[in-house]
C-alpha cells in the first residue's frame, strides 16, 4: 500500500488552530478518497472527515462541522486538515488513511501525529 506521513500536530490552546498535512510517498500513487480518523484515550477510533480525489466531495462528522477544512493537492499527493476553534475535546492521534475504491476499505494508514488542546 501506499506509504502515508502525517505532520503538523502540536499543543495548541482552546481556540487556536492547527493544520495537518499527509503526504502520501512515491509515484504510484492512487485510489478514491483520503480520510482523516483520530483516537483519544479510552476511545474508539472514530472518522474525522474525508475528500474524494477526483472532485473533491468531502464529509465532516457533525461535532467538527464549521470548524474543520479538508483539502487536496492533487499535484503535491498531499491532504490537509485545517482546524480551527479547537477545543480540549479534540485532543488525540489524528491518522491519514486512504481508500482505494469506493467499496472498499481504508487499507493505507499514516503513524499519527498527536494534537494536544489545553491551556
Known amino acids: 500500500q501506499v506509504q502515508l506521513v502525517e505532520s503538523g500536530g502540536g499543543l495548541v490552546q482552546p481556540g487556536g488552530s492547527l493544520r495537518l498535512s499527509c503526504a502520501a510517498s512515491?509515484?504510484?500513487?492512487?485510489?478514491?478518497?483520503m480520510g482523516w480518523f483520530r483516537q483519544a484515550p479510552g476511545k474508539d477510533r472514530e472518522i474525522v472527515g474525508a475528500?474524494?480525489?477526483?472532485?473533491?466531495?468531502?464529509y465532516y462528522k457533525d461535532s467538527v462541522k464549521g470548524r474543520f477544512t479538508i483539502s487536496r493537492d492533487n499535484t503535491k499527493n498531499t491532504v490537509y486538515l485545517q482546524m480551527n476553534n479547537l477545543k480540549p475535546e479534540d485532543t488525540a492521534v489524528y491518522y491519514c488513511?486512504?481508500?482505494?475504491?469506493?467499496?472498499?476499505?481504508?487499507?493505507?494508514w499514516g503513524r499519527g501525529t498527536q494534537v494536544t488542546v489545553s491551556s
Open positions: 488513511a486512504g481508500q482505494n475504491s469506493i467499496i472498499g476499505p481504508y487499507d493505507s
Open positions: 512515491g509515484r504510484t500513487f492512487s485510489g478514491y478518497a
Open positions: 475528500i474524494t480525489w477526483s472532485s473533491g466531495i468531502t
